[in-house]
């Protein structure tokens, strides 16, 4: 690494956690404004407020606002070179604007790689003690008012109920159905499933159980049967922020839990799992981005600069959140929703490249 190299890098850096720094702790104070009232009024102790929120609030908006605080320091750093001339200095001297690039390419690398590793399994065990200080003291107390709910609990069994109590764990209306093919081979019904924590075992109550073997039908009923099943109470509860919570092995793993139910909600686990993969490219291709709108050197001064730096990080954001929206409605594809907007925004920095007077 060449002296030039470094020089760039270190303020490219030193300006990246300069900017980060400054919105978390404006983001911090607004936050505890908006939320101070909730916090007293659930009586919410200054520890829990501090260390349990607040300590993992911090790397959470920290990490969502990355591709934006590069984005603006690569602007920042680059405007400032240009304002003082020293770009112009540079290639002057031979170097090409393309070897200008490499430092914040290395920056750019260095800051997703770091990212990466913090979404993968660091982030996600914070988030889960910021979820349920949240659920505690910030949301109000959940209800499952789910109607016809519908499980894929094994391959070829399918549960169903008409309702589900989440503040006392039982099921209403509950049906078990074995299907082979497209034969019914066995049908199960009660009028409540309860959840019985001490064996980790559903009783259903007042059960009547139909077996069929061609036009043979066999029946029995009982009081009550202990059976296990390949679901579980946290399947109703409150689901909010789930997907920010889970390690990417956590993720992987729940995935294919949802894929092995037949569950619609894969999509959202889907997309958080392909972000995690994408935000590292996303920030290098922005960096160049604004390397290239920023190296001008222009008579109004850097804000001009910075401004445009702004829009285009909204505007990528703003496609991002879209493009994930369209997805979670499955109305695209979870991969191609994700790296949608990476690779428009790729396009737009190859042409940028080739046309923007520098």
């Known amino acids: 690494m060449k002296l030039l190299d470094r020089y760039i890098l270190k303020k490219f850096l030193s300006a990246f956690l300069f900017v980060v720094i400054v919105l978390i702790a404006i983001i911090v104070v607004i936050d505890f404004t908006e939320k101070n009232d909730d916090f007293i009024k659930r009586n919410a102790d ?17 990490n969502l606002l990355s591709p ?12 400032q070179l240009a304002s003082r001339t020293e770009i ?86 509950f049906t078990l159905e074995w299907i082979e093919g497209t034969s019914l081979k066995q049908k199960m019904e009660a009028e409540r499933v309860v959840w019985q924590p001490g064996i980790n075992k559903w009783r259903l109550e007042g059960y009547k159980n139909r077996t069929f073997d061609g036009i043979k039908e066999t029946y029995s009923a009982g009081a009550y049967m202990d059976t296990t099943l390949n679901m579980h109470p946290k399947d109703f509860g409150n689901n909010y922020a789930l997907h920010e919570t889970f390690t990417l092995t956590e993720l992987d793993k729940f995935i294919n839990e949802l894929k092995n139910r037949g569950d619609d909600g894969v999509a959202t686990y889907q997309i958080e799992k392909y972000v995690r993969f994408t935000s590292p490219f996303a920030m290098v291709i922005l960096t160049l981005i604004g390397v290239i709108v920023s190296a001008r050197k222009a008579r109004g001064g850097v804000g001009l600069q910075i401004a445009i730096g702004f829009v285009l990080a909204f505007v990528y954001i703003l496609f991002f959140i879209m493009s994930k929206s369209v997805a979670q409605v499955g109305s695209l594809n979870p991969i191609l929703a994700v790296w949608l907007p990476n690779l428009i925004f790729s396009a737009i920095g190859l042409v940028m490249y080739f046309t923007v007077p520098r």
């Open 46 to 62: 200054a520890k829990a407020i501090i260390f349990d929120y607040y300590l993992n609030f911090i790397p959470y908006y920290a």
């Open 68 to 79: 934006i605080t590069v984005f603006i320091a690569t602007v920042f750093v680059t405007a």
């Open 88 to 173: 112009i200095a540079i290639l002057s001297s031979g170097v090409s604007f393309r070897r200008v690039m490499v430092p914040y390419l290395i920056g750019s690398s260095i800051i997703g790689a770091v990212i990466f590793y913090l979404t993968g399994w660091v982030i996600p065990d914070a988030n889960k003690v910021r979820v349920e200080f949240e659920k505690k003291y910030l949301k109000d107390q959940y209800y499952n008012v789910d109607r016809n709910i519908h499980r894929k609990v094994a391959p070829e069994l399918y549960a169903y109920m008409e309702s589900y109590d989440n503040t006392r764990d039982v099921g209403y209306r």
